[in-house]
Nanobody, 119 residues
Framework: VQLQASGGGLVQAGGSLRLSCTASGSIFTINTMGWYRQAPGKERELVATLSGGDTMTYADSVKGRFTIPGDNPKNTLYLQMNSLKPEDTAVYYC??????????????WGQGTQVTVSS
């Protein structure tokens, strides 16, 4: 199983970006998909998750600004980021709890995509 993240970039404060994460490989079911981020010198933190296909959770710091759209294609997770702030600057990582056709549930991580918000 592989997770491919994309959509990061450089944007001015107040702007928007849409991250995408696609899982591929031997996938029976995706139990949870989510986004974490890690800023320089800081620990990795949870941003948003989608569980069971319809239960979304968000970090307090992004509530009202970041959204997981309801129209995610199969095995894909989007993160719509609006009203971006300089403190949102970080490497964003996609993660997924996946059960394979011949394996138990396991956590996978994508390679990370850089988001830089200029003031």
């Amino acid at each position: 199983v592989q997770l491919q993240a994309s959509g990061g970039g450089l944007v001015q404060a107040g702007g928007s970006l849409r991250l995408s994460c696609t899982a591929s490989g031997s996938i029976f079911t995706i139990n949870t998909m989510g986004w974490y981020r890690q800023a320089p010198g800081k620990e990795r933190e949870l941003v948003a998750t989608l569980s069971g296909g319809d239960t979304m959770t968000y970090a307090d710091s992004v509530k009202g600004r970041f959204t997981i759209p309801g129209d995610n294609p199969k095995n894909t997770l989007y993160l719509q980021m609006n009203s971006l702030k300089p403190e949102d600057t970080a490497v964003y990582y996609c993660t997924a709890d996946i059960t394979g056709w011949a394996s138990k549930s396991k956590i996978f991580w994508g390679q990370g995509t850089q988001v830089t918000v200029s003031s």
